[in-house]
Protein backbone atom coordinates (compact mmCIF):
# COMPACT_ATOMS: atom_id res chain seq x y z
CA UNK A 1 0.00 0.00 0.00
CA UNK A 2 1.22 3.33 -0.63
CA UNK A 3 0.01 6.81 1.00
CA UNK A 4 1.45 10.09 1.43
CA UNK A 5 0.24 13.10 4.04
CA UNK A 6 1.57 16.61 3.53
CA UNK A 7 2.86 18.04 6.59
CA UNK A 8 2.98 22.03 5.24
CA UNK A 9 2.86 23.21 1.89
CA UNK A 10 3.71 26.73 1.11
CA UNK A 11 6.80 30.08 1.21
CA UNK A 12 6.52 29.25 4.82
CA UNK A 13 7.74 25.28 4.47
CA UNK A 14 7.79 22.21 2.78
CA UNK A 15 7.50 18.98 3.98
CA UNK A 16 5.84 15.85 2.98
CA UNK A 17 5.47 12.24 4.02
CA UNK A 18 5.30 9.21 2.19
CA UNK A 19 4.94 5.78 2.98
CA UNK A 20 5.13 2.15 1.46
CA UNK A 21 4.02 -1.22 2.98
CA UNK A 22 5.11 -4.52 1.89
CA UNK A 23 4.09 -7.32 4.05
CA UNK A 24 5.66 -6.20 7.45
CA UNK A 25 7.97 -4.14 6.01
CA UNK A 26 6.58 -0.01 6.40
CA UNK A 27 9.23 2.38 4.65
CA UNK A 28 8.61 6.01 5.13
CA UNK A 29 10.09 9.21 3.04
CA UNK A 30 10.50 12.36 3.91
CA UNK A 31 10.00 14.81 0.93
CA UNK A 32 11.80 18.49 2.15
CA UNK A 33 12.78 19.77 5.23
CA UNK A 34 11.62 23.43 4.98
CA UNK A 35 9.86 23.16 8.40
CA UNK A 36 11.94 23.34 11.61
CA UNK A 37 12.56 20.05 13.21
CA UNK A 38 10.50 21.06 16.41
CA UNK A 39 7.80 21.96 14.25
CA UNK A 40 8.44 18.55 11.99
CA UNK A 41 8.18 16.82 14.83
CA UNK A 42 4.73 18.41 16.31
CA UNK A 43 3.38 17.86 12.84
CA UNK A 44 4.46 14.43 12.81
CA UNK A 45 3.16 13.15 16.22
CA UNK A 46 -0.36 14.82 14.98
CA UNK A 47 0.44 11.52 12.68
CA UNK A 48 1.11 8.97 14.89
CA UNK A 49 4.93 9.34 13.69
CA UNK A 50 8.05 10.43 15.16
CA UNK A 51 10.97 11.08 13.39
CA UNK A 52 12.42 7.86 14.55
CA UNK A 53 9.62 6.52 12.35
CA UNK A 54 11.29 8.17 8.85
CA UNK A 55 13.98 6.34 6.79
CA UNK A 56 15.10 9.32 4.68
CA UNK A 57 14.93 12.46 3.39
CA UNK A 58 14.54 13.97 -0.47
CA UNK A 59 15.49 17.42 -1.10
CA UNK A 60 14.15 18.94 -4.24
CA UNK A 61 15.63 22.00 -4.34
CA UNK A 62 17.87 24.72 -2.20
CA UNK A 63 15.38 27.36 -1.76
CA UNK A 64 14.87 27.73 2.05
CA UNK A 65 11.31 26.84 2.32
CA UNK A 66 12.33 23.26 0.86
CA UNK A 67 15.98 22.66 2.99
CA UNK A 68 16.11 24.95 5.33
CA UNK A 69 16.25 22.56 8.16
CA UNK A 70 17.88 20.01 6.33
CA UNK A 71 21.55 20.44 8.53
CA UNK A 72 19.48 19.88 11.70
CA UNK A 73 17.02 17.00 10.27
CA UNK A 74 20.15 14.91 9.19
CA UNK A 75 22.12 15.63 12.89
CA UNK A 76 19.42 14.68 14.78
CA UNK A 77 18.33 11.62 12.96
CA UNK A 78 21.31 10.61 11.12
CA UNK A 79 19.31 9.13 8.11
CA UNK A 80 20.85 9.45 4.47
CA UNK A 81 19.79 12.53 2.50
CA UNK A 82 19.06 12.08 -1.33
CA UNK A 83 19.56 15.72 -3.57
CA UNK A 84 20.94 16.19 -6.70
CA UNK A 85 24.61 17.18 -7.25
CA UNK A 86 23.50 20.77 -8.15
CA UNK A 87 21.68 21.19 -5.26
CA UNK A 88 24.42 19.57 -2.85
CA UNK A 89 26.85 22.20 -4.42
CA UNK A 90 24.60 25.19 -3.74
CA UNK A 91 23.65 24.08 -0.28
CA UNK A 92 27.57 23.37 0.60
CA UNK A 93 27.55 26.23 3.51
CA UNK A 94 24.53 25.06 4.93
CA UNK A 95 25.05 20.97 4.65
CA UNK A 96 28.79 21.91 6.27
CA UNK A 97 29.99 18.78 8.55
CA UNK A 98 27.20 16.67 8.00
CA UNK A 99 29.20 13.33 7.06
CA UNK A 100 29.79 12.47 2.98
CA UNK A 101 28.51 9.65 3.12
CA UNK A 102 24.91 10.53 4.92
CA UNK A 103 24.86 12.71 1.20
CA UNK A 104 23.53 10.69 -1.37
CA UNK A 105 23.63 11.69 -4.93
CA UNK A 106 19.80 11.27 -6.57
CA UNK A 107 19.86 12.07 -10.49
CA UNK A 108 17.63 12.62 -13.17
CA UNK A 109 16.01 9.35 -14.59
CA UNK A 110 17.69 6.97 -12.29
CA UNK A 111 15.38 4.75 -10.04
CA UNK A 112 16.87 4.14 -6.50
CA UNK A 113 15.20 2.13 -3.63
CA UNK A 114 14.20 3.00 0.32
CA UNK A 115 12.90 -0.21 1.86
CA UNK A 116 9.65 -0.59 -0.14
CA UNK A 117 9.89 2.83 -2.08
CA UNK A 118 11.16 2.61 -5.64
CA UNK A 119 11.76 6.35 -6.21
CA UNK A 120 11.98 8.10 -9.61
CA UNK A 121 13.83 11.52 -9.84
CA UNK A 122 13.18 13.60 -12.54
CA UNK A 123 14.34 17.33 -13.44
CA UNK A 124 12.16 20.35 -13.68
CA UNK A 125 11.96 23.75 -14.84
CA UNK A 126 12.73 26.08 -11.63
CA UNK A 127 14.62 28.85 -10.90
CA UNK A 128 17.29 26.76 -8.98
CA UNK A 129 20.75 24.78 -9.61
CA UNK A 130 19.55 21.19 -10.44
CA UNK A 131 15.60 20.82 -9.30
CA UNK A 132 14.53 17.40 -9.15
CA UNK A 133 10.78 16.25 -8.11
CA UNK A 134 9.89 12.90 -7.41
CA UNK A 135 7.42 9.57 -8.76
CA UNK A 136 6.96 7.32 -5.75
CA UNK A 137 5.99 3.67 -6.10
CA UNK A 138 5.51 0.66 -4.22
CA UNK A 139 5.78 -1.24 -7.46
CA UNK A 140 1.57 -1.40 -8.07
CA UNK A 141 0.55 2.07 -7.64
CA UNK A 142 2.46 5.52 -7.95
CA UNK A 143 2.38 8.79 -6.53
CA UNK A 144 3.71 12.21 -8.61
CA UNK A 145 4.81 14.75 -5.97
CA UNK A 146 5.47 17.83 -8.32
CA UNK A 147 5.76 21.64 -7.12
CA UNK A 148 7.89 24.52 -8.15
CA UNK A 149 8.15 24.62 -11.75
CA UNK A 150 7.53 27.26 -14.06
CA UNK A 151 6.02 24.86 -17.13
CA UNK A 152 5.09 21.63 -17.58
CA UNK A 153 8.28 20.39 -20.41
CA UNK A 154 7.58 17.50 -21.98
CA UNK A 155 9.82 15.53 -19.71
CA UNK A 156 7.75 16.41 -16.88
CA UNK A 157 4.65 15.06 -18.44
CA UNK A 158 5.98 12.03 -19.43
CA UNK A 159 7.12 11.46 -15.65
CA UNK A 160 3.88 11.73 -14.41
CA UNK A 161 2.34 9.48 -16.78
CA UNK A 162 0.30 6.49 -15.33
CA UNK A 163 0.44 7.73 -11.74
CA UNK A 164 -2.45 6.85 -9.52
CA UNK A 165 -1.90 10.00 -7.15
CA UNK A 166 -0.48 13.47 -7.23
CA UNK A 167 0.97 16.13 -5.08
CA UNK A 168 0.51 19.03 -7.71
CA UNK A 169 1.43 23.11 -7.36
CA UNK A 170 -1.43 25.04 -8.25
CA UNK A 171 0.91 28.26 -6.71
CA UNK A 172 -1.22 31.43 -8.17
CA UNK A 173 -3.91 32.78 -10.17
CA UNK A 174 -2.74 35.19 -12.90
CA UNK A 175 -5.13 37.62 -12.12
CA UNK A 176 -4.23 38.42 -8.42
CA UNK A 177 -0.30 38.09 -9.15
CA UNK A 178 -0.86 40.54 -11.94
CA UNK A 179 -2.28 43.26 -9.47
CA UNK A 180 -0.35 42.16 -6.47
CA UNK A 181 1.81 44.59 -4.22
CA UNK A 182 4.66 42.05 -5.23
CA UNK A 183 7.53 44.13 -6.73
CA UNK A 184 7.71 43.85 -10.92
CA UNK A 185 10.76 41.56 -10.91
CA UNK A 186 9.26 39.03 -8.26
CA UNK A 187 5.93 38.52 -10.25
CA UNK A 188 8.03 38.30 -13.23
CA UNK A 189 9.90 35.51 -12.10
CA UNK A 190 6.86 33.93 -10.12
CA UNK A 191 5.06 33.84 -14.04
CA UNK A 192 8.43 33.49 -15.75
CA UNK A 193 9.15 29.97 -17.24
CA UNK A 194 11.42 29.12 -14.43
CA UNK A 195 8.86 30.41 -11.66
CA UNK A 196 5.65 28.55 -10.59
CA UNK A 197 2.27 27.32 -11.90
CA UNK A 198 -0.56 28.93 -12.03
CA UNK A 199 -3.98 27.47 -11.24
CA UNK A 200 -4.49 27.52 -15.74
CA UNK A 201 -1.11 26.14 -15.79
CA UNK A 202 -1.52 22.96 -13.50
CA UNK A 203 -4.82 22.32 -14.83
CA UNK A 204 -3.56 21.82 -18.64
CA UNK A 205 -0.66 19.80 -16.82
CA UNK A 206 -3.50 17.78 -14.74
CA UNK A 207 -5.57 17.27 -18.38
CA UNK A 208 -2.13 15.89 -20.09
CA UNK A 209 -1.95 12.98 -17.10
CA UNK A 210 -5.39 12.66 -16.46
CA UNK A 211 -6.36 9.01 -16.96
CA UNK A 212 -9.36 6.99 -15.04
CA UNK A 213 -7.18 5.37 -12.52
CA UNK A 214 -6.01 8.60 -11.05
CA UNK A 215 -8.00 8.62 -8.18
CA UNK A 216 -6.19 11.25 -5.81
CA UNK A 217 -5.14 14.88 -6.50
CA UNK A 218 -4.28 17.14 -3.69
CA UNK A 219 -3.68 21.36 -4.94
CA UNK A 220 -0.38 22.36 -3.14
CA UNK A 221 2.18 24.91 -2.62
CA UNK A 222 -0.32 27.75 -3.14
CA UNK A 223 0.33 31.20 -2.55
CA UNK A 224 -1.36 32.68 -0.02
CA UNK A 225 -1.29 36.29 -1.35
CA UNK A 226 -1.85 35.31 -5.24
CA UNK A 227 -4.37 32.59 -4.89
CA UNK A 228 -7.03 30.53 -3.07
CA UNK A 229 -8.39 27.31 -2.25
CA UNK A 230 -11.46 28.12 -3.93
CA UNK A 231 -9.71 29.15 -7.38
CA UNK A 232 -7.21 26.26 -7.40
CA UNK A 233 -10.38 23.86 -6.60
CA UNK A 234 -12.45 25.25 -9.66
CA UNK A 235 -9.44 25.19 -12.01
CA UNK A 236 -9.03 20.83 -11.13
CA UNK A 237 -12.45 20.17 -10.61
CA UNK A 238 -12.98 21.27 -14.39
CA UNK A 239 -10.59 18.82 -15.46
CA UNK A 240 -11.29 16.18 -12.65
CA UNK A 241 -14.97 16.22 -13.63
CA UNK A 242 -16.24 16.48 -10.11
CA UNK A 243 -17.46 19.64 -7.57
CA UNK A 244 -15.38 21.74 -6.46
CA UNK A 245 -15.11 21.63 -2.92
CA UNK A 246 -14.49 18.26 -3.53
CA UNK A 247 -10.71 18.78 -4.72
CA UNK A 248 -8.19 18.49 -2.29
CA UNK A 249 -5.67 21.15 -0.98
CA UNK A 250 -3.08 21.17 1.27
CA UNK A 251 -2.70 23.84 4.38
CA UNK A 252 -0.05 25.97 4.75
CA UNK A 253 0.33 25.37 8.51
CA UNK A 254 -1.59 21.43 8.49
CA UNK A 255 -0.81 20.40 5.23
CA UNK A 256 -3.43 17.37 4.39
CA UNK A 257 -4.92 14.23 5.38
CA UNK A 258 -3.67 10.87 5.09
CA UNK A 259 -4.35 9.95 1.31
CA UNK A 260 -3.66 6.38 -0.51
CA UNK A 261 -2.38 6.42 -3.75
Given at each position: ???FKN??S??????T?????????????????????S???R?L?????????L?????T????D??????????????P???S???RLAC??E??????G???????G????L????L???????D?????Q?R????????????????????V?Q??????A?????N????????S???????????G???????AD?A??????????????????????N??????????S?V????A????V??P??????H?A
Amino acid sequence: MLRFKNLGSGSAGNATLVEARDGQQVSRLLIDCGLRVSELRRRLQSAGLDLSDLDGLFVTHEHSDHVGHTHRFAQETGLPVWMSEGTRLACQAELWGLPSGQLQTARDGVTFGLGALALHPFTVPHDAREPLQLRCSDGDRCLGVLTDLGHASAHVVQALQGCHALLLEANHDVGMLSRSSYPAFLRQRIAGPLGHLSNADAAALLQAVHHPGLSCVVAAHLSERNNTPSLAQAAFSAVLGCLAEDVLVADPQTGSDWHTA
